[in-house]
């Protein structure tokens, strides 16, 4: 990570599988809308139980990447201020946007939570080095417009702190990927030792981020009623592939691409969610719906194409 220029994305081999990686989470992280519907629980016990069920998968992880290395892994994580600082807008996040889907409708949430790329563009530079070109700005735009194309028949202005909680749910969003790379950048002076486990830091911070989801939600889950097991089936689906799988693939693709392309990429996922719920519930989109994903898919692989093809300068 060290010799990356502000200009390229770390990793250029690997672009074709980051692209791939973020591409999975977008479709994981889809599932969301569906599940949450399906579960007749509070935000708060949602959150905390899918992250209960998300957590075996992370440790599993950790343990099989740095095999006799975790102690030192997690003491190296634990002591950078980076991870509690990832971990922290990893778990504001998942809150938030489940808490707003819960005080406002699914559409506003995921709406308002996808301004995330404007924070990326805003951070981006000051954060990580990372020069914001003319395509990238364009891209975003397409996208965002898209986004709001793809609602404005449903968008309300009903729910105020739902709407106001997926807003900081999109700040979240947009710094999640700024974090997670800077967290595991090593300092001028780092040791070999040191730079050898920093790539295992971004599954520390998804391991920490989600014990503070279960402990945000913990009063909520010690008085869980009775659920249908199709409700607990949903709550592991969340958890295990909604939440563990997605963000896996979505810090294996950040290590792979730029933060503004990781977060065109992942903006299909509103595409996606509405899907799911129409073939779950018979819900159609609209034809603006249609058309703003048309935009959206348009100034994804726009811009994909077009820095794959664009010639080293």
Known sequence: MSGDSPSSPPMRGGRPAGFAFVLGAAVSW???????????LDGLAIVGLRSLFALPVFLVVLLWRVRGDLP?????????????LAASCYAWTMLSFVLASKLTTAVNAI?????????????S??????????RDIVAVVGC??????FFLEQLSTSGLHGNLLALSSGAGLGLLPLLLRHAERPRPDAS?????LLPFVPTVVLLLGNVLAVLAGLSAIAVVPDLHPRGWLWLVVLGVVQIALAYLLYAAGVRRLRAVECLMVASLEPILNPLWVALGTGELPSRDALCGGLLILTSVIGHGLYTALRKPR
């Open 192 to 196: 070999a030792r040191t730079r050898e």
């Open 144 to 149: 965002f417009a898209g986004i709001a194309w």
């Open 111 to 123: 709406l308002l939570q996808y301004t995330a790329p404007i924070y990326v563009v805003l951070l």
């Open 125 to 134: 530079w000051p954060l990580l080095g990372e020069r914001i070109g003319l």
């Open 72 to 84: 030192a892994v997690l003491r190296l994580g634990l002591l950078r201020w980076q991870t509690w």
């Open 30 to 40: 889809s599932l969301a809308g569906i599940g949450i519907k399906s579960v007749s």
